[in-house]
């Protein structure tokens, strides 16, 4: 059975951070907005995670700098049935209940994420929180499959000054530097702003491979008239990688053996680089309409860009190594660089209504988003040594020079165009009884080529989505649901055709409960999905080197357990659990990268007496994994945990001192087989210095 749990803890410390003085009752709209800046999670409406009838994780602030979480995929590691594959060192795929997470938000906005890979690390500094709503999600992104939603909260300005300072080092000789400051503009508060900077640089476990990321956020948000809220901000981010891979490591030799690497070991080159830079801006509108309905409108801009030199390494022969020899790898070399650029709006009303003599909650809405992809490479010259043939495995890094590259030209340009409108209601059946129905009618379309490819594709699809749940005390409350499945793909068959979106219906059952007066909240779920039409690898190529696939009918089971939130006044927990079933074509086990069984655990406190002294330790640990290399041997990776822990010391008011151990340990594992894969970090450490004022 699956458990969820998610914890009131983020809404407590933002309570904390946001709590208006008596003096600025006046301002009562933008406080309001600052202090209770929650999200409409699953539903779009506003619900807390315990009345919501779908799993819900959120991942704090203060979870994130407890434990050193300064990227996405270190933030995620921390939530509950997330599985964070990084199998490329700057590739990275996201997936809950055994299916790719393809729909991101940035405060409850977003688009489909074509093949769900997020591309380099993305800073967090600048989020409140992470949220990650497991299962099919279709009425609050307009597409959706099986996995979930993830999505990203950002930090607002705050009712009085406050700011921050840190600096910190650790292994492979990273310094990172952060500030974060947030002050009223007026002496009501009615207006206030806020900035965010991060700078991060370091070298790597892996050889050759060095890593910098600069980060700055900026946000104003204020009250227009007696009604109204205005938010603006933007962000900027600028990640550079060098000795990248591209690709992983190749594992088996051809007599069946797995090699055991040394645990640096890369594929790449010294002169390899994958930059990427990361531009969005927002502004988001407000006005209240009486006392019990609102009106929100929401602009989202986003440009990304990016330019690489990569070197792949794979199995020239499609047999595995020769065994004992580390040769058999032949090289290919590609640049490129890319660009892409998002626009997304959309207007909501919702608010209260009575009806069988209780208040009752609705919302409806409408959003507009189209986004443009374009692509170019960069070909190196044919003479060079790095076609072909290389040494044997594990090579130098300087074993190869740079090949001179061709001019840039295009070879793909991606259109996407989402419109969909959306509504549901919250009905109160009775005073423990309620119904919450919705619908979201999406019309999707994408036009384009790709090399000698073009494409011009319109779906459409009405999604409906229904949930009940029963209050069996003040503290105890069951719920069931249905959502629908539908996702556009963007995989090729045979024919080089996009493959028809999948198709599905998804289930849920649980039981959330809050203890300790409502400091504890527990969830056990149980779920179903049935995706039709899934794109699954055939282990085939096309002429122009991309991966041919099939629809597949998959069907996901389970069930989750998750506890969060604070044991006693001094130790907080979280705890999730997730055991799944994966069957496909003819009911047989499928996609086995993905693990059966998986778990994670938080424990972080102040030590009783002394409450400057802070302690916390964090694991994950999970099943067995396996899959099948190009030479058709199957590669494993047994069970594993991976530790980390962290020490703080307040020793002054506003300063503290922080140690962070990572894979305390030092265990070593392959950290995915999902396309590729390498070596996880070994054990590491981190020491923070942080000042508040």
Same mark, same amino acid.
């Given at each position: 059975?699956?458990?969820?749990?998610?914890?009131?803890?983020?809404?407590?410390?933002?309570?904390?951070?946001?709590?208006?003085?008596?003096?600025?009752?006046?301002?009562?709209?933008?406080?309001?907005?600052?202090?209770?800046?929650?999200?409409?999670?699953?539903?779009?409406?506003?619900?807390?995670?315990?009345?919501? %009838?779908?799993?819900?994780?959120?991942?704090?602030?203060?979870?994130?700098?407890?434990?050193?979480?300064?990227?996405?995929?270190?933030?995620?590691?921390?939530?509950?049935?997330?599985?964070?594959?990084?199998?490329?060192?700057?590739?990275?795929?996201?997936?809950?209940?055994?299916?790719?997470?393809?729909?991101?938000?940035? *405060?409850?906005?977003?688009?489909?994420?074509?093949?769900?890979?997020?591309?380099?690390?993305?800073?967090?500094?600048?989020?409140?929180?992470?949220?990650?709503?497991?299962?099919?999600?279709?009425?609050?992104?307009?597409?959706?499959?099986?996995?979930?939603?993830?999505?990203?909260?950002?930090?607002?300005?705050?009712?009085?000054?406050?700011?921050?300072?840190?600096?910190?080092?650790?292994?492979?000789?990273?310094?990172?530097?952060?500030?974060?400051?947030?002050?009223?503009?007026?002496?009501?508060?009615?207006?206030?702003?806020?900035?965010?900077?991060?700078?991060?640089?370091?070298?790597?476990?892996?050889?050759?491979?060095?890593?910098?990321?600069?980060?700055?956020?900026?946000?104003?948000?204020?009250?227009?008239?007696?009604?109204?809220?205005?938010?603006?901000?933007?962000?900027?981010?600028?990640?550079?990688?060098?000795?990248?891979?591209?690709?992983?490591?190749?594992?088996?030799?051809?007599?069946?053996?797995?090699?055991?690497?040394?645990?640096?070991?890369?594929?790449?080159?010294?002169?390899?680089?994958?930059?990427?830079?990361?531009?969005?801006?927002?502004?988001?509108?407000?006005?209240?309409?009486?006392?019990?309905?609102?009106?929100?409108?929401?602009?989202? !801009?986003?440009?990304?860009?990016?330019?690489?030199?990569?070197?792949?390494?794979?199995?020239?022969?499609?047999?595995?190594?020769?065994?004992?020899?580390?040769?058999?790898?032949?090289?290919?070399?590609?640049?490129?660089?890319?660009?892409?650029?998002?626009?997304?709006?959309?207007?909501?009303? *919702?608010?209260?209504?009575?009806?069988?003599?209780?208040?009752?909650?609705?919302?409806?809405?409408?959003?507009?988003?189209?986004?443009?992809?374009?692509?170019?490479?960069?070909?190196? *010259?044919?003479?060079? %040594?790095?076609?072909? %043939?290389?040494?044997?495995?594990?090579?130098?890094?300087?074993?190869?020079?740079?090949?001179?590259?061709?001019?840039?030209?295009?070879?793909?340009?991606?259109?996407?165009?989402?419109?969909?409108?959306?509504?549901?209601?919250?009905?109160?059946?009775?005073?423990?009884?309620?119904?919450?129905?919705?619908?979201?009618?999406?019309?999707?379309?994408?036009?384009?080529?790709?090399?000698?490819?073009?494409?011009?594709?319109?779906?459409?699809?009405?999604?409906?989505?229904?949930?009940?749940?029963?209050?069996?005390? *003040?503290?105890?409350?069951?719920?069931?649901? !249905?959502?629908?499945?539908?996702?556009?793909?963007?995989?090729?068959?045979?024919?080089?055709?996009?493959?028809?979106?999948?198709?599905?219906?998804?289930?849920?059952?649980?039981?959330?409960?809050?203890?300790?007066?409502?400091?504890?909240?527990?969830?056990?779920?149980?779920?179903?999905?049935?995706?039709?039409?899934?794109?699954?690898?055939?282990?085939?190529?096309?002429?122009?080197?991309?991966?041919?696939?099939?629809?597949?009918?998959?069907?996901?089971?389970?069930?989750?357990?998750?506890?969060?939130?604070?044991?006693?006044?001094?130790?907080?927990?979280?705890?999730?659990?997730?055991?799944?079933?994966?069957?496909?074509?003819?009911?047989?086990?499928?996609?086995?990268?993905?693990?059966?069984?998986?778990?994670?655990?938080?424990?972080?406190?102040?030590? %009783?007496?002394?409450?400057?002294?802070?302690?916390?330790?964090?694991?994950?640990?999970?099943?067995?994994?396996?899959?099948?290399?190009?030479?058709?041997?199957?590669?494993?990776?047994?069970?594993?945990?991976?530790?980390?822990?962290?020490?703080?010391?307040?020793?002054?008011?506003?300063?503290?001192?922080?140690?962070?151990?990572?894979?305390?340990?030092?265990?070593?594992?392959?950290?995915?087989?999902?396309?590729?894969?390498?070596?996880?970090?070994?054990?590491?450490?981190?020491?923070?210095?942080?000042?508040?004022?």
């Amino acid at each position: 059975m699956a458990v969820v749990l998610a914890a009131p803890a983020a809404s407590v410390l933002a309570g904390e951070s946001g709590e208006p003085a008596a003096t600025e009752l006046d301002a009562v709209l933008v406080v309001a907005q600052r202090a209770s800046r929650v999200s409409n999670g699953a539903t779009n409406l506003d619900l807390e995670i315990k009345d919501t %009838p779908q799993s819900i994780s959120v991942v704090s602030s203060e979870l994130m700098r407890q434990f050193g979480a300064n990227s996405v995929n270190d933030a995620l590691r921390l939530a509950t049935g997330v599985r964070v594959d990084e199998w490329e060192t700057n590739r990275t795929s996201y997936s809950a209940r055994g299916f790719d997470i393809l729909n991101t938000q940035i *405060d409850g906005v977003g688009m489909p994420n074509s093949w769900g890979i997020a591309t380099g690390a993305m800073d967090t500094f600048g989020y409140e929180k992470v949220e990650v709503i497991r299962g099919a999600n279709g009425l609050l992104t307009g597409v959706g499959n099986a996995a979930g939603t993830i999505n990203y909260v950002r930090k607002r300005p705050t009712n009085h000054a406050q700011g921050m300072f840190g600096l910190s080092y650790g292994s492979w000789s990273t310094m990172r530097a952060e500030a974060d400051y947030s002050t009223p503009f007026t002496a009501d508060a009615t207006w206030a702003g806020r900035v965010v900077a991060a700078h991060e640089d370091g070298d790597s476990w892996l050889r050759a491979n060095s890593n910098q990321r600069d980060f700055v956020y900026g946000v104003v948000d204020g009250q227009v008239g007696e009604n109204g809220t205005l938010a603006i901000g933007y962000s900027y981010q600028r990640a550079k990688s060098d000795g990248i891979m591209w690709g992983a490591l190749v594992f088996m030799d051809s007599d069946g053996t797995q090699n055991e690497w040394p645990r640096d070991a890369t594929t790449t080159q010294d002169w390899t680089w994958w930059n990427t830079t990361n531009h969005t801006a927002f502004v988001e509108y407000t006005h209240r309409l009486g006392d019990a309905w609102q009106l929100k409108a929401a602009y989202n !801009y986003r440009r990304a860009t990016g330019d690489e030199r990569m070197f792949y390494a794979y199995d020239g022969q499609g047999t595995g190594l020769e065994p004992g020899t580390g040769l058999g790898l032949v090289g290919y070399p590609w640049g490129g660089d890319d660009e892409s650029t998002a626009h997304l709006g959309q207007v909501s009303l *919702d608010g209260t209504f009575e009806l069988f003599g209780r208040e009752q909650q609705a919302m409806v809405g409408v959003s507009l988003s189209r986004s443009e992809a374009i692509n170019h490479e960069r070909t190196a *010259d044919f003479s060079s %040594p790095a076609w072909g %043939p290389l040494p044997p495995f594990p090579y130098p890094t300087e074993a190869i020079p740079e090949p001179a590259w061709s001019e840039r030209s295009q070879y793909s340009l991606l259109n996407q165009r989402l419109a969909r409108a959306f509504g549901a209601t919250r009905i109160s059946l009775t005073e423990r009884l309620n119904l919450i129905v919705g619908a979201n009618h999406a019309r999707y379309r994408r036009d384009g080529w790709s090399y000698d490819l073009g494409f011009d594709q319109t779906t459409s699809h009405t999604s409906p989505y229904a949930g009940l749940t029963f209050d069996f005390s *003040d503290h105890v409350l069951g719920y069931v649901s !249905y959502s629908d499945i539908y996702q556009p793909q963007d995989q090729v068959d045979a024919n080089d055709r996009y493959l028809d979106p999948s198709k599905g219906v998804n289930y849920e059952a649980g039981i959330k409960a809050e203890w300790l007066d409502q400091r504890l909240l527990t969830t056990v779920a149980v779920f179903k999905a049935d995706q039709q039409g899934l794109a699954t690898p055939t282990g085939q190529y096309n002429q122009y080197g991309q991966s041919i696939y099939a629809p597949v009918d998959v069907e996901a089971r389970g069930i989750e357990l998750e506890a969060v939130g604070r044991l006693t006044d001094n130790l907080d927990l979280v705890l999730g659990y997730t055991a799944l079933k994966l069957d496909g074509l003819n009911g047989d086990d499928t996609y086995p990268w993905v693990p059966r069984r998986s778990a994670n655990l938080v424990l972080s406190a102040r030590a %009783p007496g002394y409450a400057p002294l802070s302690y916390g330790i964090g694991g994950r640990w999970q099943s067995e994994v396996s899959n099948v290399e190009s030479s058709g041997l199957r590669v494993r990776q047994d069970s594993y945990a991976v530790v980390n822990a962290f020490m703080a010391w307040d020793f002054l008011d506003n300063a503290s001192l922080r140690l962070n151990v990572n894979n305390a340990f030092n265990e070593k594992y392959i950290n995915t087989l999902r396309y590729s894969g390498y070596y996880g970090a070994p054990a590491n450490y981190s020491v923070t210095l942080d000042w508040r004022f």
